[in-house]
């Protein structure tokens, strides 16, 4: 399965209106895809229950992107720091 850069482009597409679309769908169809194996789910899923336990609710989409970028070390970008808030993660802010 390779799913985590259509759940990304999920991410970034949603708040995009139609005359948005087009200039971004030839970059994003340029990015490389990485697969969300079994080990890389049971991830996403420990990231969701430890910070459940905090007090801390994560959603399922930003849980499987961050347990992909420490299964691949990669570093993500993002405007939002706070939607990644596992300390496995390596990221930095983009600013807005």
């Known amino acids: ?7 990304a482009a999920a ?9 948005e679309r087009l200039p971004w769908i030839s970059f994003i169809e340029r990015l ?11 991830q996403a899923g420990a990231f969701r229950c430890h910070h459940a336990g905090l007090g801390v609710t994560l959603s399922t989409t930003n849980s499987l992107i961050a347990a992909v970028a420490v299964g691949i070390v ?14 496995e993660v ?3 802010r983009l600013d807005p």
Do not use: C, Q, Y
């Open 1 to 7: 399965m390779r799913h985590t850069a259509g759940v």
């Open 90 to 92: 390596s990221s930095i």
């Open 32 to 42: 490389e895809l990485w697969e969300i194996s079994r080990p890389i789910a049971i």
């Open 11 to 19: 991410e970034f597409f949603t708040p995009l209106g139609p005359n």
């Open 74 to 87: 990669a570093t993500l970008v993002t405007r939002d720091i706070t939607d990644i808030p596992m300390k």
